[in-house]
């Protein structure tokens, strides 16, 4: 599985960006996917996840009411779209894919199987 994110950049507070995430492969519906971030010097946090068929999607209290995740199976393609963006949101962003068998979304990196190569955001006050 090979994961390619792209559509970062630098925003003014306040701003949005839609992040994409690519997948290679015919079985992406069976993926549960997450989004993650890393700002310097700091631990690698979870952003939200969701479920293989798009129907559950969760969030860490941080971006809640902010972030959306989406997903389309048919382009084989995971969607954040960030909104009200905050400086402290500033960080790479990463996709992942968990391919175990529970469709479950996990906040822990380390449940997580394949990553993409992440995009940064930079949110300017």
């Known amino acids: 599985v090979q994961l390619q994110a792209s559509g970062g950049g630098l925003v003014q507070a306040g701003g949005s960006l839609r992040l994409s995430c690519a997948a290679s492969?015919?079985?992406?519906?069976?993926?549960?996917m997450g989004w993650f971030r890393q700002a310097p010097g700091k631990e690698r946090e979870f952003v939200g996840g969701i479920t293989r068929s798009g129907g559950l999607a969760s969030y860490a209290d941080s971006v809640k009411g902010r972030f959306t995740i989406s997903r389309d199976n048919a382009k084989n393609t995971v969607y954040l779209q960030m909104n009200s963006l905050k400086p402290e949101d500033t960080a790479v962003y990463y996709c992942?894919?968990?391919?175990?068998?529970?469709?479950?979304?996990?906040?822990?990196?380390?449940?997580?199987?394949?990553w993409g190569q992440g995009t940064q955001v930079t949110v300017s006050s």
């Open positions: 492969g015919r079985t992406f519906s069976s993926y549960v």
């Open positions: 992942a894919a968990d391919v175990t068998v529970w469709d479950k979304i996990e906040a822990v990196p380390d449940n997580y199987n394949y």
